[in-house]
């Protein structure tokens, strides 16, 4: 069984993305914000990790530079799930070190999809 972490600062997007991975078998870890997110992946070690942009403190793409650049990360798939959605936002973000880039609104299949291709 592989394990996310999944990295969102609005509880009820949070709570949905968890759900939906859940349902589809994924253990869940979450975390709310950019720093907490770097501590539990080193600790924790998940398969894959799934974050927003827009967050305070360290934005999602300040949390790929730093998991790309720690020994202990730098190998875990990131798919990047934000309301960001014009070019630019997808490009820099697969810059900083993300896998996939997917935005939102996203159904259940696009997320369970999107993590399935960079994980197998």
């Given amino acids: 069984m592989n394990t996310v972490l999944v990295v969102e600062d609005t509880p009820s997007e949070r709570e949905l993305l968890s759900h939906y991975l859940q349902q589809s078998g994924y253990t869940v870890i979450d975390a709310s914000s950019g720093k907490e997110a770097l501590d ?5 070690k998940p398969d894959v990790i799934v974050t927003d942009i827009v967050m305070p403190g360290m934005s999602g793409f300040e949390l790929c530079r730093n998991l790309k650049r720690h020994p202990e990360t730098e190998k875990v798939p990131i ?9 630019i936002d997808r490009l820099w973000g697969l810059k900083q ?6 935005t939102k609104p996203f159904t259940r299949e696009q997320l369970i999809h999107a993590v399935e ?4």
Avoid: N, P, R
Avoid at 79 to 87: A, G, I
Avoid at 97 to 102: C, K, Q, R
């Fill in 40 to 44: 539990k992946a080193i600790t924790q």
């Fill in 79 to 87: 798919v990047v799930c934000s309301s960001k959605d014009q070019y």
């Fill in 97 to 102: 070190g993300a896998t996939l880039y997917i």
């Fill in 117 to 120: 291709s960079v994980v197998h």
